[in-house]
């Protein structure tokens, strides 16, 4: 009996929690392309996936198929490998950063306990994948949500912690 009422159970879409390796998992754009050949219209499916373990490591991925599924696992394969450790300071960043991608740029403020993840839907499920609890965030440039999610990580890629950059400066800072 319990069987049956998992199996009514929805499961949010955007969010796919992976049992076997704790990684949260966000889908967040699925493009649909379309080459026209002689005999109609061949769609073809790209997906930009972001995956993270909630405690400071976030990735993302870009996969190309001809089916949706297939797709997803491929961003999704690409997103945990290509993982990056930031550094949290009671569940937000250590300092301002800011990130940028092609025509997409992002600034990524902390902010006090309570705040929450005020973001758009990119650079929040960046965000929220990564562990980030309280963040201030705005975007400028494009809306597009894939380079959004790249100028997120390339912001989140350039910050440091004050033990780093004491060891890099060699001094001591108050």
């Known amino acids: 009996m319990a069987e049956k009422k998992e199996r009514g159970k929805r499961r949010d879409k955007n969010r796919d929690e992976n049992e076997n390796s704790g990684l949260i ?12 050949v002689k005999g109609g219209r061949r769609f073809s499916f790209a997906a930009m996936v972001v995956v993270g373990d909630g405690n400071g490591k976030v990735g ?15 961003a999704n394969k690409q997103a945990s490998r290509s993982m990056i450790q930031i550094p ?10 800011n990130g940028r991608f092609g025509a997409a740029k ?3 403020i902390p902010a ?6 005020i973001a758009g839907s990119a650079v929040r499920a960046v ?3 990564a562990g ?22 390339e912001a989140l890629s350039q910050l440091r912690t004050k033990e780093d950059v004491e ?6 800072l108050s």
Do not use: Q, W
């Open 106 to 108: 992002v600034i990524l």
């Open 25 to 36: 998992e966000r889908t967040v754009k699925i493009k649909r392309c379309a080459a026209v």
């Open 112 to 117: 006090g306990p309570g705040t929450g993840v």
């Open 88 to 97: 949290l300071i009671d569940e937000t960043i250590p300092h301002r950063v």
């Open 132 to 153: 980030i609890k309280n963040i201030l965030t705005k975007s400028f440039g494009t809306n597009n949500p894939v380079t959004l999610v790249k100028a997120t990580i």
């Open 127 to 129: 965000c929220e994948a």
């Open 60 to 74: 993302c991925g870009y996969g190309k198929a001809n089916e949706v599924p297939p797709s997803v696992e491929k």
């Open 167 to 172: 060891n890099l400066r060699g001094v001591t």
